[in-house]
């Protein structure tokens, strides 16, 4: 476990190793959680599908395009354990391709509509 206080800056970085210079990353989803088994119920999106969704987060300029690096404020879910446990989807894309989910950014996804 990482331990920050509340309202104190979380960083956070992931990197791909590889070999191949010509990949890059992009985070495309990160929520959090109070519990490590559900990431859907009662959890807290901090990007979702490219979006940012907490205003705390920022995104960080990397020397490589295969690190990704940003930051939000730490906080606790109220009425549960003092731990928060995060989840995150990053993808895995060519360098320069710019039809891939790297170079899309945030992309909203309409919801279905439920029929009568």
């Known amino acids: 476990p990482y ?16 070999s191949d210079p010509m990949l890059q990353l992009f985070l495309d989803t990160c929520v959090a959680s109070p519990t490590p088994h559900n990431f859907t119920r009662g959890s807290y999106a901090i990007i979702e599908n490219g979006c940012v969704k907490d205003p705390t ?32 989807e990053l993808v895995v894309c060519r360098a320069y391709d710019y039809s891939s989910r790297c170079y899309q950014g945030c992309v909203h996804r309409s919801k279905r509509e439920a029929s009568s």
Do not use: D, M, W
């Open 57 to 88: 987060y920022t995104k960080y300029s990397s020397p490589h395009r295969h690190i990704v690096r940003f930051r939000f404020n730490a906080f606790q879910f109220v009425r549960s354990n003092p731990e928060v446990y995060l989840q995150c």
């Open 3 to 18: 331990y920050v206080g509340i309202n104190q800056y979380l960083y956070l970085q992931a990197s791909l190793h590889s």
